[in-house]
Every structure is written in C-alpha cells, then in structure tokens.
C-alpha cells in the first residue's frame, strides 16, 4: 500500500508537469510543431541537424519545419508517454500488494483513460487543433490528475480528514464543483480558440461593459473538421463572446466559493475555506494579469496549474462531504 | 358593529398580521419541534395586543396629517368613527394588557423587548423621525423588524444571533418596501412636508437607494444558509426571491412609470412573507 500511495503521489506530480508542458505547446503555438503522430516528420525524437531538416521538409512541403515549435510538441509527447507507463506500473502494483477491489479498479481505469487520452492527442494533431478536440484532450489531461489523485486518497486515509464533518455541505460543494467545471470549459474554450486577448482592457472589454458579441459562433461546438485551426478562425464578436463569457463566470464561480466558504468556516473546517479562498484569490489574479500584460507565457501557464489546483481542492471538499 | 370595526381598522390589522407571521416564524425556528401550541397562542396574543397598542398610538398622534392623505384619510379617526380621547384610552388598555400577559404568561425579557419597540414605532418614530430625518424608515424600520426577535425570544428567553439575524433580513428590507411607496405617493408626503427620501432628495436618488438596499438584501438573505442556520430549501428560495425583488427594483430605476413603484411595493410585501415561509419550510423538512 506504501508503495501504490508514493507512485500516485508521484504521478500527480507527473501530470501536472504534463499538463503544464500542454499548456506551454499550445501558449507557443506548437500544437502542428509536428504534422504527424506518433513521430515527428518521421524521426523519433525531432530533426536536429540541417541534412535531417532537410529530409523533414521533403516529407511535409507544406509545413515548413520550426525546431521552436517542434520542441514542446515532442518533450509533451514523451513526458505523457511517461505518465502511461507510471499507470502500467500502479496497475501491476495494486494487484500485487493489496486486495483494494476500489483501488484495483480505479488504477485500471485509469490506464484506459490514459490510452483514450493519447488517441486525443492524436486527434489534435490530425485534425488541425480542431478546438473541440483540443478542449477535450485538456479535460482528459485534468481527468488524469484528478484520477490519480483520488487512487492516493484511497491509499492514504488521512486521519485528519476522519475530524472533518461537512455532510450538511453536500449541495452547495456539488454545485460548486459544477460552476468550477463549466468555468474550465469556458477558459479552455476560450484558449483553443484563440480569444485570450479578444478584449486587451480590464475590467472593460474593448472599452464597454457590453461590447459587441457573438455568441452563437463563438459557442458553436460543431465547427468544421479540416482547415487549420492554429491561431484560431473565428471573427472577433465571437472571440469576444468567448472571452467575455469566461468573465462573467468568474464572476458566478466566485459568488458560489463565497457562499461555499463561509458555510465551511461556520462547519469549523476553516483550513479548506482558507485553501478555497487563496486560489480562487490566485487564478483570478493572474487572469488578469493575462489580460492586461497581454499573456505573459508562464503567467499563462499558472493560470492553467491553478485551475487544475482549484479542481483538486474542491474535489477534495466534496469527497469530505459525500464520504460515508 | 361599525364601532367594533372602527376598534378593529385603528389596530392596523394588516400590518399586525404581517408581524405576527414574523414572530410565529421566530417562535417556531426557535426549537425543534414545538412543545405547546397554546403556549405560542399565548405569546402571539401578547405581543398583538401591544402592536395594535403601537398601531393606535401611532394613528392618534397623527390623526391630522392622516386625514390629509388618500392613503389614510379613511382610517377611523379621521372620520370621525372614534374620538381621539376614546382610541388614546383603548391604546392604553390592549397596551397594558399585552405586557401584562407577556409578563405573567411568557417572560420579562419578551415584555421589555416588546415594550422597547412599541415606544420606538408609536413614540420615536411618530412623533419624532417621521419629521425630523429622510432616514426616518431606516432608523425606525428597527420597531419593525424586531417581531421574529420577540417570538424567539418568547420562546427561549434569551437574545439568540439566529434571532438577530431575521430581524437584521426585515431591518434591510424595510427601506426598500417603504420607499417604493413613498415614491407613489411622494406628492402627499410633501404637501404634509414629511421629509421622505422622495421629497427632500428627489425620486432618481431614491430609486438609486432602494436598488442598494436591495442588493444588500439579496446578501443578508443568504446569511441564514451561509451561518448554518438552514439548508438548500431556503438557499434556493431566497436565491429565487432576491433575484426577482432586484429585477422589479432595477426595472423601477429605469423606469419613468409610477405604478412601477406600486408594483415593486407589492412584492415586497409578498419578498418577506415567502422569505419567512421559506424558513420555516427548511427547518421543519431538515428536522424530519
């Protein structure tokens, strides 16, 4: 059991990095640094020196080979990959030194999960960072780690958490972990779609509360699978849409903490209000941060960390309040 | 019989009835399940008879600006249904009988509490807010939001923050409802040169208060789920409540119509009966 607890700690470090390596391929613009897949112009790791370039640029005339590019895409390639081994690895664990039926079958779970994941980064090549699939792919990617996370959780059982009663939180930390979940949605949306900088002002966007917006191409989740999507293709009203919406969001998610927080400072858990309370205080300020130093990369990178920290933290408020 | 009516309409009946609810909310959120039935008949009987006391008291004083406006000018002394020496005796009567029944029935500290809000609506506010300060319903509005204090405190003989908590919920949401009105009938306030907010400070600022006031509102409304004092019932529905208060509120700043105010008046009244029959709805379907 020790060693299933330290290999799922392990590999939720593992996927944070993972996840951060996401984010930095697709904040450089890397996300076709490599036209096919599981390759790279169909070298193992990537062309390095000018006779391997040259060859690259034969097989894919029409991608002009950047080795800027190509770095990030093929470093997330192998850091992943990784991360699948590690699941291989705690599937042999969890029936080698424990009879946990629960564990036994999240950690297979979780390796299947891990395969489908691939096939989406798969996807995103293939299909041109089709937006819809690159906001699945990170949905996978933040589904690992909560995965992992709850294996450790399973293995660990913290005494102090035995201290902590919020049975009477079930609802409002439920509704919490949904508004949080939709709030995701929008801010990867509003990544893969280019839109981080549809509005450069703060709290305005394009100088108005209510500037000019379309929404129904902006949220259309049906778009056309074939062109290009690197650098996004949608008209500035629906990026605006996009952008803005994740906004307003913000604004709802943080009515809902508030409420959420201060029924666990009254059910005397105050150290998850606490935890709640600073990232939600984080992600918001380096939101905006994003927006008014025009997306500083790590800057943007955290902003994505955060939000994969604030999904653990509430997850764990709601495994306090449904536990038996 | 008319008499007994005119008796029965110098009572404000129903405003009487409105703070009755509040208090019988107070009362029976005050323990789990109620113990005796009679007992709370008892408790409610006192504190009506000192808030029709209040009521009275409150129509003597100011029988001559009543009979001036079309909101009051049919109350029954300005008819002339009753003497002014006639209603100030009867005042004093139900008065002295509501204290003496929370005193030997209920308990010391209930009479106190029910006796400080009766010279705070009857004498203070009447005689001296009411004209003195546009900030005469907000500073007054504490007499009128001290009802589910005194049920609760019937009950349990002591001042409890849950207590404090409803009357801080009727306290907030007094400016608004009262506003909204003296918009409508502005023109009478200011003929009885009545400092109401409408009067001295114009009808634009005052719609500007009551949609503040209402979105402090909607906050103390979720304070009762926020303390633990209830559950999801309550959350929803004062979610509900406070949504729809702030759109008549924000739809009367835009607006130029002077029914909206009426209007906005209207559900204020229905706002704090809801927000009490929500209460009690969660406490009872949380226990069982």
């Not at chain 1, 917006?213 to 290009?228: A, H, I, S, Y």
């Not at chain 2, 009362?27 to 008949?41: C, D, I, N, R």
């Not at chain 2, 408790?43 to 009506?48: F, N, T």
């Not at chain 2, 500007?208 to 006031?213: D, E, N, S």
Request: glycine fraction near 6%; charged fraction near 10%; aromatic fraction near 14%.
């Amino acid at each position: 059991m020790n060693q299933i607890k330290n290999l799922s700690l392990f590999g939720i470090c593992m996927a944070f990095v993972v996840i951060a390596l996401g984010a930095w391929t697709r904040l450089v613009d890397a996300g076709l640094g490599c036209p096919d897949w599981p390759g790279c112009y169909g070298f193992v790791v990537f062309p390095i020196n000018e006779a391997e370039i040259a060859i690259a640029e034969s097989r894919y005339p029409t991608f002009p080979y950047d080795i800027n590019k190509a770095i990030p895409e093929v470093v997330h390639r192998y850091f992943a990959a990784a991360l699948g081994l590690l699941a291989i690895f705690l599937v042999y664990l969890s029936f080698r030194k424990t009879n946990d039926k629960s564990i036994q079958g999240w950690s297979c779970f979780l390796l299947i999960f891990i395969c489908l994941q691939g096939t989406f980064g798969y996807l995103t090549v293939s299909l041109k960072l089709l937006p819809i699939i690159v906001t699945i792919h990170l949905f996978g990617g933040f589904t690992t780690l909560l995965l992992l996370y709850f294996i450790y959780l399973k293995s660990r059982n913290f005494e102090i958490f035995n201290q902590i009663n919020i049975s009477n939180l079930k609802v409002i930390s439920g509704i919490a972990l949904a508004v949080l979940i939709f709030q995701i949605f929008l801010g990867v949306w509003t990544s893969t779609n280019y839109a981080s900088l549809a509005c450069a002002d703060f709290p305005t966007c394009q100088g108005s509360y209510l500037p000019e917006m379309d929404f129904k191409n902006g949220f259309n989740l049906n778009q056309e699978v074939g062109p290009n999507y690197l650098y996004g293709l949608l008209d500035n009203p629906a990026r605006v849409a996009i952008h803005y919406s994740h906004r307003i969001s913000a604004l709802l998610v943080t009515f809902i903490f508030l409420i959420l927080m201060s029924r666990l400072w009254f059910s005397e858990a105050a150290p998850l209000a606490s935890t709640l309370g600073i990232l939600l205080l984080t992600q918001i300020t380096l939101g905006i941060i994003n927006v008014v130093y025009v997306l500083p990369l790590y800057v943007a990178i955290a902003h994505n960390l955060v939000a994969a920290c604030l999904l653990l933290a509430t997850f764990t408020v709601n495994y306090l309040a449904w536990k038996k | 019989m008319t008499l007994l009516k005119s008796y029965y309409e110098l009572c404000k009946p129903n405003v009487v009835y409105m703070m009755l609810i509040c208090a019988f909310v107070g009362m029976l959120l005050a323990e789990e399940s109620v113990s005796s039935f009679w007992y709370l008949f008892v408790s409610l009987s006192g504190i009506a008879f000192c808030a029709a006391s209040a009521a009275a008291i409150n129509q003597v004083i100011d029988r001559n600006t009543d009979a001036s406006m079309t909101r009051t000018d049919q109350r029954p002394l300005p008819q002339g249904e009753l003497s002014a020496t006639h209603a100030s005796i009867f005042a004093l009567v139900i008065g002295i009988l509501g204290a003496l029944i929370l005193y030997l029935y209920v308990n010391t500290l209930t009479m106190i509490l029910t006796l400080a809000s009766l010279i705070g609506y009857a004498f203070i506010y009447t005689v001296y807010l009411k004209r003195a300060t546009p900030q005469n319903i907000v500073i007054g509005g504490l007499a009128g939001a001290a009802p589910p204090l005194l049920g609760w405190a019937s009950v349990s003989n002591t001042i409890e923050p849950y207590a404090l908590l409803l009357v801080l919920i009727i306290f907030v949401w007094t400016p608004p409802h009262f506003w909204a009105l003296a918009i409508y009938r502005k023109d009478e306030y200011a003929k009885e040169s009545i400092p109401m907010l409408p009067v001295t400070h114009g009808v634009i600022f005052t719609k500007l208060q009551i949609v503040l006031y209402t979105i402090i509102l909607f906050i103390v409304s979720l304070l009762p789920y926020v303390v633990l004092m209830s559950g999801e019932i309550y959350l929803f529905s004062a979610l509900a409540l406070s949504t729809v208060f702030l759109y008549y509120s924000i739809n009367l700043y835009y607006s130029n119509d002077d029914e909206d105010a009426m209007k906005t008046f209207q559900f204020s009244i229905y706002y704090i009966f809801l927000i009490f029959l929500a209460l009690l709805l969660d406490h009872f379907i949380i226990i069982s």
